[in-house]
């Protein structure tokens, strides 16, 4: 009878490999030994469930285990990625680019949601939410620079309240919206409020627009029953000198009867700090929302977003970025990065024009020249209408400010830097009387500023605008370019 440590020596065997099979890769068991020693590959295929343990982590089992080779994956990666590329644009198809525009126009309201303002939103919307539940009126004021979306997002809370009310089976509340741009005057607005009311209930002739609000909204009787959302874009356009006509606006929000539920808009973001102290006072304090500026990744979102509903890529992801950080680092404004992004387009437009080469996409440069058009200040104007050697001495005054590093000179040591560049150009210089002539023309335009001394060549010469202005009103051209170039000091 055998004892169990003959068992267990007998099972030993099957049990451990050989040291040969351990030190085999596993590639080559994989590709020598489809099943086990002894058995043939039709046998292996038609194994018991009920294996020993033992067994079952054998090689048997290995050409099922490891069926899906590297190979292949790579192969369904690769598909999944040619797969999700889109097609190229054609440019040149007027269809296509009258498309590309279209989505780029600040006036094409995207059809899905609106991104990068879920906050702002969430809280204008529980504000009013919570006005229509209560059956209660009041006030809210939105502030912001111009472009960070504040009209757009009133407008869709708007629609997104009105599906509220109708999915909860609550009365559907009017809206008006009043730009206070288009009034008149600013007490035009109480007529355009109770315009809206007097379709239901007519009110007194004698009394002015503002008095029969007052008591409508003071009379239970009176007082109409549904909600009414007005919005009021461009408040700031309401501000007189004793600030009558805002205070009365958001008085009627505290009348015992008022159904109004009001939300101000305006870009001025010190407005509520000059307003809000005298409403506190009289206990009709709104609720403030600030909008802010778009910062770059918000920008390149929202562009982003607008450009899914076509089918192909329009801008190289690098000019698509230096459009957003340029933008963000000015204003935020983001109808003004709709803007240079359309311009982009047109200038790969105008190219395509001119040139037989294929362009395909918008790119780094052609977003380049569009902001520059687009952020051109007033004063590269200025400098592109001054005669040929006053440009001149403004390169002159460049290069000793930007390249010698000083925030001062005098007239003696710019004449020589004028001249020094009248050389490397070959233009005839002027006098230096002229030279001094020229200079005070261009104090009193406000470029420089002199000073005053005894003799000409010891005045003091400051420059009173910004270098880069002069650097940039001379982009492009070769004969300017050359006047910038680094001089000694």
Same mark, same amino acid.
């Given at each position: ?351 395509? #024009?001119?040139?037989?080469?294929? +362009?395909?996409? !918008? /790119? ?9 058009? &687009? @952020? *051109? ?74 000073? #005053?001394?005894?003799?000409?060549? +010891?005045?003091? !010469? /400051? ?9 940039? &009103? @001379? *982009? ?14």
């Amino acid at each position: 009878m055998p004892t169990l440590r003959s068992a267990t020596a007998s099972a030993s065997p099957a049990a451990t490999p050989s040291p040969a099979a351990a030190s085999t890769p596993r590639s080559v068991k994989r590709r020598l030994t489809p099943g086990r020693a002894g058995e043939s590959p039709a046998a292996s295929r038609h194994t018991s469930p009920h294996r020993s343990p033992h067994a079952s982590a054998g090689t048997g089992c290995t050409p099922k285990l490891l069926s899906a080779s590297p190979k292949s994956s790579r192969k369904r990666l690769y598909g999944d990625l040619v797969a999700a590329e889109k097609p190229k644009w054609n440019p040149r198809d007027p269809a296509q680019m009258r498309a590309v525009k279209e989505a780029l126009h600040v006036a094409t309201v995207p059809s899905c949601e609106l991104v990068c303002r879920d906050n702002e939103q969430r809280r204008v919307f529980d504000f009013c939410k919570a006005c229509v539940e209560q059956e209660k009126a009041g006030s809210l004021y939105i502030c912001g620079c111009p472009g960070t979306g504040k009209t757009l997002s009133v407008n869709k809370i708007k629609d997104s309240l009105v599906r509220w009310a109708d999915e909860v089976g609550m009365e559907t509340p009017d809206s008006l919206a009043i730009n206070c741009t288009n009034l008149s005057n600013t007490s035009e607005i109480f007529s355009k409020i109770l315009g809206q009311f007097q379709n239901r209930k007519k009110g007194s002739s004698k009394l002015s627009p503002l008095q029969q609000l007052q008591s409508m909204f003071s009379n239970k009787e009176t007082a109409p029953r549904r909600m009414m959302l007005v919005i009021v874009d461009e408040m700031d356009y309401l501000i007189t000198r004793d600030r009558a006509v805002l205070h009365d606006l958001f008085m009627l929000t505290t009348c015992p009867y008022s159904r109004c539920i009001l939300i101000g808009i305006a870009n001025a973001i010190d407005l509520a700090d000059r307003f809000l102290p005298k409403l506190e006072s009289l206990n009709c304090k709104p609720l403030v929302v600030t909008f802010r500026a778009y910062s770059k990744d918000q920008i390149s979102d929202i562009i982003k977003h607008r450009l899914k509903v076509l089918e192909y890529d329009v801008f190289e992801p690098l000019a698509l970025e230096f459009c957003a950080r340029k933008v963000a680092a000015a204003t935020g404004d983001m109808r003004k990065a709709l803007g240079v992004c359309r311009s982009a387009v047109e200038v790969l437009e105008a190219r395509l #024009q001119v040139a037989n080469e294929e +362009l395909g996409i !918008v /790119t780094f440069d052609h977003m380049d020249i569009a902001l520059s058009k &687009a @952020f *051109k200040s007033p004063v590269v104007d200025s400098i592109l209408c001054l005669p040929q050697h006053q440009q001149m001495v403004l390169c002159a005054l460049a290069n000793t400010f930007q390249h010698c590093k000083k925030k001062a000179t005098t007239l003696g040591e710019l004449n020589k830097s004028y001249i020094e560049i009248c050389r490397s150009t070959q233009v005839p210089a002027v006098g230096m009387l002229e030279f001094s002539n020229m200079c005070m023309v261009l104090s009193d335009q406000g470029f420089m500023k002199l000073g #005053q001394s005894k003799e000409d060549k +010891l005045r003091r !010469v /400051t420059l009173q605008i910004d270098i880069s202005d002069i650097g940039f &009103a @001379f *982009k492009g051209n070769r004969f300017f370019q050359k006047c910038l170039e680094k001089t000694r000091c």
